[in-house]
């Protein structure tokens, strides 16, 4: 048993490793990827549960093979990250960022008010937000909204761009990214709430109870995916326009990991990959079919020039999202 064992355990490191690579290479460019790259990556990390134990008792060898592709999953597979360090300060103000998608109002409305209190907050972006809906913000607060996004801040805010972008055959655009000036004690500075399209439902129809996927069902995942690419280059088109520091906030639908986000969004500093620990995980789906213990895909991102100084996941405010909290540092101009 133990030569099988050994060898079990080096095919454990070699097929997580070519896993996460097949995550980073493909993930959003070939469908089967695309699934992997949204699927609970946290299974890769089951079969430890038997090899570690077999191996402790009959092979201790192999715990060096296992070890490692317990690294492979527990570090990049499921997105540990380390922050890289802070610069030196910059002598600007700092702003303290919220983000958080409130899952269409079903959020507690309470609960985000404290956060945003209790936090110190100085501007905010909420996605899936109800054009109904009312908040009982602190005094002095302002909140702009525009078809499902909003920017609230302690700060004066000017309206500025909405994005939208189409995918037919739906005749109705959807709002990617609207965007607000905001008169913060450093200078103006532009603030973008951001909900990108998700793959959620491309996803869904490709499960099948009898073989897990049916790739006969890919077609309507290779379009959406076509259509996640095109709203992210439209919308980062958008933002070529503006000029001064520019944070964007929001939900992007999709992870860091993802050659969409590496391609669209890498000239943008990500707050979490900054100077976030841990997994950062922001979203928690609640499908039947589709589960994962979490998945980071609300980012904060900033322009050149800014600084970011802490980003954290804060509390659950009743949405099936977390929100993301970052301390941002202006240009001293």
Known sequence: MPPLIRWVSWLYLFSVTALWLLIFTLGDRWWPATVVLFAPRWVAALPLLVLLPLAAWRSRFSLIPLLLGALVVFGPLLGFNLPLGSSAALGGATLRVITCNIEGGKHDSAALIALIRDASADVVALQEFPADLKLNLPPGWQLIQERGLAVLSRFPLQRGITTLVSNPPNPWPST?????????????????????????????????????????????????????????????????????????????????????????????????????????????????????????????????GLEVRTCTVGPDVGSDHLPLIADVELVKR
């Open 176 to 304: 990617c990214l609207f965007h607000c000036v905001v008169k913060a004690p450093g200078g103006d500075l532009n603030f973008c709430s951001l909900q990108l399209p998700t793959p959620r439902f491309d996803l869904l129809p490709l499960l099948d109870r009898h073989t897990l996927i049916n790739p006969a069902r890919k077609g309507q995942l290779l379009t959406g995916t076509a259509y996640r690419r095109r709203a992210s280059q439209e919308v980062r088109a958008s933002l070529a326009g503006l000029s001064g520091p520019t944070i964007i906030a929001g939900d992007f639908n999709m992870p860091v990991d993802s050659t969409i986000y590496r391609q669209v969004w890498n000239g943008y500093g990500n707050a979490f990959s900054r100077s976030g620990f841990g997994y950062g995980w922001t979203q928690r789906a609640r499908s039947k079919k589709l589960t994962t213990i979490g998945i980071r895909i609300d980012h904060i991102l900033t322009s050149p």
